[in-house]
């Protein structure tokens, strides 16, 4: 066998070969592993939220999920109303509480009134309202 | 490239001596010329339980371990997270290659009797880590919570219960209670994921000395 040092053709050809298995290998298990750690697909994201306010009482909220964003639907005393639940302190998610009729955030105890104006707490913005559309008693939020 | 390993290595060296230490355990380490293929089963024992051990972690970010969750979350996995049913796949897939490559490796020494002196802790401590491997895999196949699982564990569970006088017992210590319920799914998850692995890395890592202490088995 003959020596071959630097411009060797085998040689450079295999450490190309190897190298390029490696980084073939390494994006086969990367991809799907990278790719598993985004954000889960939501399938209900697109669909609109339908509300039959037949269903609710004076003074009920119904709460349903809108493009992965939690929101209320209120059977308010003025007609019904929809309400983002994400709180403008940090973002938790307030719940209705029927028996004194007021939004109250489970995180640092903010409170808005069954309009979604602030009533107390560490925040000075209301809850953010979302325009609905009512028709033959279903409400509906796109 | 090859400069900034080279560089790397220099570096190591100076703290810990690494040069000779990579050298004596992986690039310049001794093999039997006659060893074959076969002689790998072992190695791709373990492979596939690191496999095992990161889909695991994977599957661990979305998995619920209650009754109203578990089968709702592995569903969620398949259909809703991205590549989530090909990590869920190789999980399932990996415990059988697991137990199928155990039990080649473990025919393979017992056929060209391996297991004979010095090597009888080797084979003792290799049937704990086939049980165990066995164990990984039947309280796996409850945490789906499919009909399929369910069942598997339900009949898996009474076979203890020939035991003579403390039979029952054991049924329902395993079970947590008189059937397969939410407190069996538990169980098992916590067995699955924690008591078992840890086990089983223990007597891995005692099997993988003493290999390294007595060397690999050459033939006569």
């Given at each position: 066998m003959s020596e071959c040092n630097e411009s060797c053709p085998r040689r450079t050809f295999c450490k190309v070969a190897i190298g390029g298995l490696g980084v073939t290998s390494a994006a086969a298990v990367g991809f799907p592993v990278v790719s598993f750690l985004g954000r889960p697909v939501r399938?209900?994201?697109d669909k609109p939220v339908q509300v039959s306010l037949g269903d609710l009482a004076p003074g009920q909220a119904e709460y349903a999920e809108l493009r992965g964003q939690q929101i209320i639907v209120l059977e308010g005393e003025n007609g019904p109303l929809v309400v983002s639940a994400?709180?403008?302190?940090?973002?938790c998610n307030v719940r209705w509480e029927a028996a004194d009729s007021l939004f109250r955030c489970p995180c640092h105890g903010a409170v808005f009134d069954a309009s979604g104006h602030?009533?107390?707490?560490?925040?000075?913005k209301d809850l953010t309202s979302i325009p609905f559309e009512v028709k033959d008693g279903t409400l509906t939020v796109t | 490239m090859s400069r900034l390993f080279e560089m790397t290595r220099g570096w190591l060296d100076e703290r810990f001596n690494f040069t000779p230490l990579l050298e004596k355990n992986v690039t310049k380490k001794d093999v039997p010329r006659?060893?074959?293929?076969?002689?790998c089963f072992g190695g791709l024992a373990l492979l596939t339980f690191l496999v095992q051990v990161f889909t695991g972690m994977l599957l661990l970010m979305y998995y619920k371990a209650t009754p109203d969750g578990a089968w709702d979350s592995v569903t969620f996995i398949k259909?809703?997270?991205?590549?989530g049913w090909l990590v869920q796949r190789i999980h399932a897939v990996g415990a059988n290659l697991m137990i199928a490559l155990v039990l080649m490796h473990m025919a393979r020494i017992a056929y060209y009797k391996i297991y004979r002196k010095p090597r009888e802790l080797h084979w003792v401590s290799g049937v704990v880590l086939a049980a165990l491997t066995m164990g990984l895999a039947f309280t796996g196949?409850?945490?789906?919570?499919t009909q399929l699982s369910y069942w598997g564990a339900k009949v898996g569970t009474e076979i203890?219960?020939?035991?003579?006088?403390i039979g029952e017992a054991i049924v329902v210590w395993i079970r947590r209670g008189e059937t397969i319920s939410g407190e069996t799914l538990g169980f098992f998850f916590s067995l699955h994921i924690w008591v078992i692995p840890a086990i089983i890395s223990a007597f891995m890592a005692m099997h993988f000395a003493m290999i390294r202490a007595t060397g690999i088995s050459r033939p006569l």
């Open positions: 399938l209900s994201e994400k709180c403008p302190h940090l973002g602030v009533v107390s707490g560490p925040v000075n | 006659t060893l074959s293929w076969a002689g259909s809703n997270v991205s590549m196949y409850l945490l789906p919570w203890p219960g020939g035991v003579p006088l």
